[in-house]
């Protein structure tokens, strides 16, 4: 069983900036995306950040030009680089991992609190 573990998390003022990072336990994975999710209270789970194998990525509409998802192969690590923050980025946000081969799964980490307030 595959285990993300999150790290970066935290509490800015608005405009500051913040970079999760999330590694995978396992060192080798077949085609697959990698990616960070947010949730905050009373509002549906959505999608970030999203990086596939080979580099192509998509945003949220909302974070475009604000955040950057990237994905050291090697390592099995994404990280997410957070500036300008504002408080509607307050949330928890949760790494993922999904498979897109033949073998498809999906992980989940346990969770890292953001939080954007004056």
């Not at 998390?9 to 085609?31: I, K």
């Not at 974070?63 to 307050?90: A, W």
């Amino acid at each position: 069983q595959v285990q993300l573990a999150e790290s970066g998390g935290g509490s800015v003022q608005p405009g500051g900036s913040l970079t999760l990072s999330c590694t995978a336990s396992e060192d080798e994975f077949s085609f697959s995306a990698m990616g960070w999710y947010r949730q905050a209270p009373g509002k549906q789970r959505e999608s970030v950040a999203i990086v596939i194998t080979g580099g192509t990525t998509t945003y949220l509409d909302a974070v475009k030009g604000r955040f950057t998802i990237s994905r050291e192969n090697g390592k099995n690590t994404v990280y997410l680089q957070m500036n300008n923050l504002k408080p509607e980025d307050t949330a928890i946000y949760y790494c993922n991992l999904r498979g897109l081969g033949i073998v498809q799964y999906e992980y989940w980490g346990p969770g890292t609190q953001v939080t954007v307030s004056s």
